[in-house]
Nanobody
Framework: QVQLVESGGGLVQAGGSLRLSCAASASGRAFSMYTMGWFRQAPGKEREFVAAIRWNTYYADSVKGRFTISRDNAKNTVYLQMNSLKPQDTAVYYC?????????????????WGQGTQVTVSS
């Protein structure tokens, strides 16, 4: 069982940066054994994959080169550093944990979800 709590969202101007954090409390399985992902959902749109990390990383094309996912297993935390933000990055960002061994960009593969944090980028 994993509980996830996101933080770090807010309002930023286009071109600015934000760093999201996701703190995990895991029982029965080490945090390092989970694939961790970030997803986002904008108003009126479907949830979409942003980035994921296990021993390697995987990014959506729309954020590649601008966003960086990382993790600190000692702190049970995963981060999403977002640079050069654009208005189209505005969404609720969700952290998710997957017990599987292979990184997936499908939200259906993820077993646990946080409550989300709002990111708003103004033009």
């Amino acid at each position: 069982q994993v509980q996830l709590v996101e933080s770090g969202g807010g309002l930023v101007q286009a071109g600015g940066s934000l760093r999201l954090s996701c703190a995990a409390s895991a029982s029965g399985r080490a945090f390092s054994m989970y694939t961790m992902g970030w997803f986002r959902q904008a108003p009126g749109k479907e949830r979409e994959f942003v980035a994921a990390i296990r021993w390697n990383t995987y990014y959506a094309d729309s954020v590649k080169g601008r966003f960086t996912i990382s993790r600190d297993n000692a702190k049970n935390t995963v981060y999403l550093q977002m640079n050069s933000l654009k208005p189209q990055d505005t969404a609720v960002y969700y952290c998710a944990a997957d017990e599987g061994l292979v990184i997936s960009k499908s939200g259906n593969e993820y077993d646990y979800w946080g409550q989300g944090t709002q990111v708003t980028v103004s033009s």
